[in-house]
């Protein structure tokens, strides 16, 4: 068990991804959509958010998500050659809060990597970040920035 907050407590993301994020989400809709976002390392080492990648929901449900295999196949290959890795899994909650559900910690395979979720159940799109590390979830701050 991770005592205290395993970190980062807080990450930049550019508004311009966060935008990305939000627009697959309402694409996607009535299921939840899923994506990575690569970085140059993993959030827990410090590692900084390069591009956002969005990927099939092989579930195509509006309860859960699973990213396509051939998607996470694909991306594992690519972000290897490339030296970098899975920063963030992201995906949608359609009818409840930006909150990891029991679901979500359960299927959380990746505890150096963040997990973002994009809220669609109210008006405005709310997205949040966690650390998911051995079934506790640890809020990260999620600071917006300009895109450089």
Known sequence: MVSGHPGPASVELSATMIQAMIDHARAEYPNE????I????????GGRALRWVPTRNL???????E????DLLRLTIEADEADEEF????HSHTHSPARPSLTDIGLALYPDALY???SLADPEP???????VDGEVYPVEVVVVSAT
């Open 33 to 36: 959509m899923c994506g990575v």
């Open 67 to 70: 990213i396509h295999p051939d």
């Open 38 to 45: 690569v970085g140059d390392r993993v959030a827990s080492e």
């Open 87 to 90: 920063w963030a899994i992201a």
């Open 116 to 118: 973002i979720l994009v």
């Open 126 to 132: 709310a997205i949040s970040a966690s650390r998911i």
């Open 59 to 65: 579930a195509a449900s509006p309860l859960r998500y």
